[in-house]
T-cell receptor
Framework: GNSVTQMEGPVTLSEEAFLTINCTYTATGYPSLFWYVQYPGEGLQLLLK?????DKGSNKGFEATYRKETTSFHLEKGSVQVSDSAVYFCALSEPYNFNKFYFGSGTKLNVKP | SAVISQKPSRDICQRGTSLTIQCQVD?????MFWYRQQPGQSLTLIAT?????????ESGFVIDKFPISRPNLTFSTLTVSNMSPEDSSIYLC?????????FGQGTRLTVV
């Protein structure tokens, strides 16, 4: 079946540090991959996405590359800010049913000034 | 894109009672989705609500516990029935448009 595994949190970093949040997936075929972010007290919102192998999604300084050979979609940012403190969810949508999503367990990021 | 309004945003309920959560979308969509996010956990899909037909429930969720209505293409309700403290969660309404999922703000339910 389809599933998403992401690294346990919380992750605590100092401002301007480099961020990596690991995400791997299991899927039949070629899913689309997503990172969603949930800021404190808010709903989930799309951060970035990639729909085919080797695609790189990017937004607000965050990047993730769809790696089919390693079934991974790791989230990276070169220099985090306090305002990036949130919970990050890796997700996939089924290859032939783009309406159905599977989410990882979420990784809480705390950025300290 | 889609703007989703959910209400109530939060509630504290007595065990054994029921709560109905409403979800309104600003555009017509074929399918609406209901998720549960338990404290510190990820999102779990409860069911898919199709307009004009019965909702489709995921494994572990049943209609008697989570009845869903879908009277038109912009609105759905989820009822959490005969609540127990284990039902304390955030409940989220979602739609998918152009391969992207959009979410409401969620309903934070506490059962005491």
């Amino acid at each position: 079946g389809n599933s998403v595994t992401q690294m346990e949190g919380p992750v605590t970093l100092s401002e301007e540090a480099f961020l990596t949040i690991n995400c791997t997936y299991t899927a039949t075929g070629y899913p689309s991959l997503f990172w969603y972010v949930q800021y404190p007290g808010e709903g989930l919102q799309l951060l970035l996405k990639a729909t085919k192998a080797d695609d790189k999604g990017s937004n607000k300084g965050f990047e993730a590359t769809y790696r089919k050979e390693t079934t991974s979609f790791h989230l990276e940012k070169g220099s985090v800010q306090v305002s990036d403190s949130a919970v990050y969810f890796c997700a996939l949508s089924e290859p032939y049913n783009f309406n159905k999503f599977y989410f990882g367990s979420g990784t809480k990021l705390n950025v300290k000034p | 894109s889609a703007v989703i309004s959910q209400k109530p945003s939060r509630d504290i309920c007595q065990r054994g009672t029921s709560l109905t959560i409403q979800c309104q979308v600003d555009s017509q969509v074929t399918m609406m989705f209901w998720y549960r996010q338990q404290p510190g956990q990820s999102l779990t899909l409860i069911a898919t609500a199709n307009q004009g037909s019965e909702a489709t429930y995921e494994s572990g969720f049943v209609i008697d516990k989570f009845p869903i209505s879908r009277p038109n293409l912009t609105f759905s309700t989820l009822t959490v029935s005969n609540m127990s403290p284990e039902d304390s969660s955030i409940y989220l309404c979602s739609v998918a448009i152009n391969t992207e999922a959009f979410f409401g703000q969620g309903t934070r339910l506490t059962v005491v």
